[in-house]
């Protein structure tokens, strides 16, 4: 499936929450471009405390959803990379900001995605065989969207009510 990247801008404006996908294998162009967003993200003091381990196998999909509580729908994605960080001072906000290079990546080239997880992952990473010294962050499923989705139709309070100008409580407009 193939379709011409969107800007920062409108993957940003449009990006959803995506929890069905369709079987239809991620090429691996694509893959490699959502990984390296995640490893080109700035990270504080240049740590990088991060691991992204890409899963593709069925039966280690079907076992990340099993673990997953909240979110089992990762057994019907072609793809899920597993997130896994040190516990250094900055590594859950930096493996914070790789997660979302990743989603805004994968949503410009029409592929879906959602965090799973935040904690309460810790099974995951004796399936992974993940050092005992990394904590896993989340599971992010991937995999194009199994009905079309609208862009841009989201529910987020205005501008005004979210910044202010120099103050609180002063509107930004």
């Known amino acids: 499936m193939t379709r011409t990247p969107m800007n920062v801008f409108e993957a940003v404006q449009t990006l959803l929450a995506i929890r069905s996908y369709s079987d239809t294998p991620i090429p691996d162009t694509v893959v490699r471009r959502i990984v390296e967003a995640a490893r080109l993200t700035g990270s504080g003091m240049n740590g990088q405390p991060w691991h992204f381990i890409v899963v593709r196998n069925p039966d280690t999909l079907r076992r990340l959803g099993e673990l997953a509580s909240s979110g089992r729908y990762v057994a019907q994605a072609p793809l899920a990379i597993v997130v896994a960080i040190d516990k250094s001072r900055f590594a859950v906000s930096d493996a914070s900001r790789a997660i979302q290079s990743m989603l805004l990546t994968a949503w410009a080239d029409g592929v879906g995605s959602n965090w799973v997880g935040f904690g309460g992952l810790d099974k995951v990473k004796a399936l992974l065989d993940i050092p005992d010294k990394l904590e896993v962050l989340a599971v ?34």
């Open 140 to 173: 992010l499923p991937f995999g194009y969207p199994v009905r079309a989705v609208g862009r841009g139709k989201k529910q987020r309070k205005t501008l005004r009510e979210v910044a202010h100008r120099e103050r609180f409580g002063q509107p930004f407009e």
